[in-house]
Each structure stands twice: as C-alpha cells, then as structure tokens.
C-alpha cells in the first residue's frame, strides 16, 4: 500500500478549506490535471493522501499541492500553473537523473529521451526494491563479469541497465516489461545484444 499512496500534512483548517475550495472545486480540479485521487484521512482532517498506481502522476500531484499551499494563491489558474512547473520540473529530473547514472556508468551516449525512461525508474519498485537502484547494481555486476571474461564491458554495462527498462512504462502500454523493454532498445537503435539480454 505505501508504494500507491504519499501524504501531505496541512498545517491547518484554514489552508485546508482553501485548498478543497468551494462545493469541493479546487480539489476535483487538482484530481482531473493530475490523474490521482485526493483523499483526506479519517484520523487526521489535516492529512492528504494522494493515491495513484503511477509514481509520476503522484510526484507531480504532490509537488503541485506543495507549491500551492506555500504560494497560499489556490484558484484555476493558480492550478493550471503549478501542474504545469510540476510536470516541467519532473520532466527536468528525469534526464538529469538518466544522465546522472549514464555518466556514471561511463557506457557512452544515450538518446536523450531513453534517458528521461532511464530516469522514470527511479519512481518504480518491484517486489519492495527501487528498479533503478537495482538496474545500476545488475550494471555494476554485469560490467565486473564482462571484464573478468574479456567480453565488451560497455555493452554488458548497458545491457544490465537496461534489462528492466519495460517497467518505466509497464504501467501504462499494454505488454510485459520484457516486450516492452525490447521495443524501447530497438526503437533507440540499441545494440542486438542489448536487445537480446532484455529479451
């Protein structure tokens, strides 16, 4: 359950009655932008849950209703413009984190925007384990082995990061995130035998 849901303390009723507007308008609005559900806890009136299956939608949701209640300035434009500086910073982040792990892989250039899916990794886990923390490790190990073989350690480096690549997008395109994983490498004209360690 922790893995679908993210909290937001309000600091008090006040701020509150704000944010849910009136007949509720602004806290529907905040839910059609951003595609998550708004609930508040039946313990705590002051507690927001933002509850989503999808870790970006709820990153953004959560940043857009922390950006209000600092501004303290909650109407339609108000919303329109946080969502959108959410989604922009989110997107920022992705390629700077996709970036950040191909740097330091040092496994060579990568399309700038199977980089921004490298970084969509980091809002996935699998069985309790963040998939990019565990992406980097298989990296780090199949690097090791290549090395330890005489095999190709850029290629083996690539190929273990990007063997869970599908679970950027498993969630929301229809397939397994192995299919999906051997689109995406062929689609950025990965090399076969990254293609193939995905397969």
Not at 134 to 142: G, K, L, P, T, W
Request: glycine content about 8%; charged content about 25%; proline content about 3%.
């Amino acid at each position: 359950r922790e893995h679908i849901e993210h909290a937001i303390q309000i600091s008090d009723v006040n701020t509150k009655q704000k944010l849910v507007g009136r007949e509720s308008q602004n806290i529907r609005y905040i839910e059609t932008l951003t595609g998550v559900d708004l609930v508040f806890d039946p313990d705590d009136p002051c507690l927001l849950h933002v509850v989503t299956q999808d870790p970006l939608r709820r990153e953004v949701a959560k940043t857009t209703i922390s950006n209000l209640l600092v501004t303290k300035q909650i109407n339609t434009q108000s919303i329109e413009h946080q969502v959108d500086i959410a989604q922009q910073d989110l997107g920022n982040e992705l390629r700077r984190t996709g970036e950040k792990v191909v740097g330091s892989l040092h496994i060579g250039w990568m399309h700038p925007d199977l980089l921004k899916i490298v970084g969509r990794l980091k809002y996935r886990t699998s069985y309790g384990q963040n998939v990019l923390n565990h992406s980097v490790e298989v990296a780090d190990i199949s690097g090791l082995m290549a090395a330890d073989l005489g095999l190709d350690v850029k290629i083996a480096k690539r190929a273990g990061l990007l063997h869970d690549i599908g679970k950027a997008i498993d969630r929301e395109v229809d397939g397994t995130h192995v299919e999906l994983g051997v689109k995406i490498a062929e689609a950025y004209n990965e090399d076969p035998q990254v293609v193939n360690s995905i397969a």
